[in-house]
C-alpha cells in the first residue's frame, strides 16, 4: 500500500472520529478551556506513528520534512514537538492542529473500559474539576447507553492501516520522527506524490 493511500485512510478515521467526537460534545456539554493545552504539555505522551503519518506526508510535500527531522533528532525536549505556546486560542495551543494525532483527538471526549468491562470518560483534571456536574452526568449517561468514541476501537482500526506502524506505541517525539523517517524512507525508492489529486 502506497504512503498516500496510508495517509487517505488515517484521514478517514480522523474525519469519522471528528462527526463522533463533535456528535458527543453536543450532548454532553463538555468542552475544553479554550486555549488550555495542560494535556499537551504533559512529556509523557505516547503514540503511534501511524496517526501522525498524515503530519509527515504533509511536511515532505512541502519540503519540510528532512529539516524537521534535523530538528527533531536534536530536541531533548519530552513535551510534544509540534505543540507550542500560542496566542491562537480558536486553536488551543497545537502548532499543527490538523495533522494533530489520534491520541489528540480522543483525549478528553472518549472513553476506555475500566477492570470491570464499564465504559469510563478518560478527560483531564480541569475538565473533571470546572465540569463537574456535566463529567458526573456524562459518565453516568454513558453507562446507560450514551454514545461515545471508544480508544480501543479507534486504535484498532488504525492498526488495520498499517500493524506495524499503527501497534508500536512509543513517546510522542519519537512517535512523530518515526512517522517523518517511513515517509523519507519510503520516498527514497518511489516517485514524488501526484499532489494535484
Known amino acids: ?24 460534545a453536543q450532548s454532553s456539554g463538555l468542552h475544553c478551556i479554550s486555549g488550555c493545552g495542560k494535556c499537551c504539555s504533559h512529556p509523557n505522551i505516547e503514540a503511534s506513528p501511524l496517526e501522525f503519518l498524515p503530519w509527515a506526508f504533509h511536511l515532505f510535500k512541502n519540503n519540510e520534512g528532512e529539516n524537521t527531522l ?7 525536549n519530552k513535551i510534544c514537538f509540534i505543540y507550542t505556546t500560542s496566542t ?33 470518560l478518560t478527560t483531564c483534571k480541569t475538565i473533571k474539576e470546572n465540569q463537574t456536574d456535566n463529567y458526573l452526568s456524562t459518565n453516568k449517561a454513558i453507562t446507560q447507553g450514551l454514545s461515545v468514541p471508544i480508544f480501543t476501537e479507534y486504535y484498532m482500526q488504525l492498526n488495520q492501516i498499517d500493524f506495524t506502524l499503527g501497534k508500536v506505541i512509543l513517546p510522542v517525539n519519537e512517535a512523530l520522527k518515526r512517522a517523518l523517517e517511513e515517509v523519507l524512507h519510503y520516498y527514497a525508492y518511489h516517485p514524488f506524490p501526484d499532489i494535484q489529486k
Request: net charge positive.
Open 1 to 24: 500500500m502506497t504512503i498516500e493511500h496510508k495517509v487517505q485512510l488515517v484521514e478517514k478515521l480522523f474525519f469519522q472520529l471528528e462527526k463522533e467526537s463533535a456528535k458527543f
Open 70 to 76: 534535523n530538528l527533531l533528532s536534536q530536541t531533548k
Open 88 to 120: 491562537n486560542t480558536e486553536r488551543g495551543s497545537c502548532n499543527n492542529y490538523k495533522y494533530r494525532g489520534l491520541i489528540c483527538r480522543l483525549f478528553g471526549f472518549a472513553a476506555n473500559t475500566d477492570k470491570y468491562g464499564k465504559l469510563r
